[in-house]
């Protein structure tokens, strides 16, 4: 039965990190302070709409795509934390609710934890093993700057780019 859980959570958790498909952007002004930061809602000839925010491109010094590294390990360490958690406690070994022991069939009783213990234990685990997995996934991504620093001719060319992202909307059903 157990297998069966973990597959389902691994479904899930396949599901929802490709549900997320729309364009996350932080803009920075010339000063390198970040003046907005969301999914891109829509490019025009003169600014871009960021989280419903319109920046005009002479206020932008430049646009980084996708999200921090610190975002990144801290969400894949909330997942994998609830998951080695969830996955500690269904595996605790013994059935009892009250406690399990280290060392098989013979029972040694050289470790005895209860719920609770292997409850910490796999979330602690699973907490820094999910940062450090964050970390090497999110130097492994992509991430690409646009520098514009209030150019017209910089904001020209990143226009076209951004335009390209900006997501479609899909046309009613039964429309074409």
Request: hydrophobic share 45%; no cysteine.
């Amino acid at each position: 039965m157990k297998p069966i859980y973990l597959l389902v959570a691994m479904l899930a958790l396949a599901t929802i990190s490709e549900a997320q498909k729309s364009v996350f952007l932080r803009v920075f002004d010339t000063h390198r302070s970040k003046i907005g930061k969301g999914t891109l809602n829509s490019v025009t000839d003169s600014s871009i709409v960021v989280a419903g925010m319109e920046i005009p491109y002479t206020r932008i010094g430049f646009i980084k795509t996708r999200r921090s590294i610190g975002h990144i390990m801290i969400v894949s360490g909330i997942v994998v934390t609830g998951t080695t958690a969830l996955l500690g406690v269904m595996g605790n070994g013994s059935g009892s609710s009250t406690s399990s022991s280290l060392g098989g069939a013979n029972n040694w009783d050289i470790l005895q934890f209860s719920t609770g213990d292997v409850l910490a234990i796999s979330a602690m685990a699973g907490a820094f093993g999910g940062a450090i997995i964050g970390g090497m996934a999110a130097l492994s991504r992509n991430n690409v700057v646009f520098r514009i620093d209030g150019n017209e001719r910089e904001w020209r060319k990143v226009k076209t780019e951004l335009s390209r992202m900006v997501p479609t909307a899909l046309p009613p059903p039964g429309q074409k």
